[in-house]
């Protein structure tokens, strides 16, 4: 796992790959069943995406989907969704829209990142201590 210290540039590198790994995870499982029209229209013959299956990547996603959802982090949350998530374009108008500088913005965005980073690293942590206290619990029957 990259550590709460990368420069920004690691940062949005680690954060494409994050977006890279959410991609490839939906050709890990089957389609569901299609009826007999949908089965005799072409597919979308698509080369599956290649990133790596990285446990890291689990976390951070929970850690976003979780930091999402709270309403402290409602304004990092949406600078980070435009622009890791939509890749939307003309930074200086969103940052106007919202009614910050572009600096804000790019800010905000990282900002929620880092703090994600964080949370992964605490989910990782706590579910290793549970895994262990498991462990230590089925030696002692």
């Not at 709460?4 to 949005?12: C, S």
Request: hydrophobic share 40%.
């Amino acid at each position: 796992m990259m550590n709460d210290r990368m420069t920004d540039k690691q940062l949005d590198a680690y954060c494409e790959e994050w977006l890279r790994w959410c991609d490839t995870r939906k050709f890990y499982f089957k389609p569901g069943a299609q009826n007999v029209l949908a089965r005799f229209q072409a597919g979308k013959a698509k080369e599956p995406p290649n990133a790596r299956n990285s446990a890291d990547m689990q976390w951070f996603n929970a850690a976003v989907y979780a930091m999402a959802d709270m309403m402290e982090h409602e304004e990092t949350f949406a600078c980070f969704r435009l622009m890791y998530i939509e890749k939307a374009g003309n930074v200086k108008r969103l940052a106007h829209e919202k009614g910050i500088s572009r600096v804000t913005y790019y800010s905000r965005a990282r900002s929620f990142a880092r703090r994600a980073v964080s949370l992964s690293r605490s989910f990782q942590t706590a579910a290793l201590q549970m895994a262990q206290q498991d462990a230590i619990a089925t030696e002692k029957v």
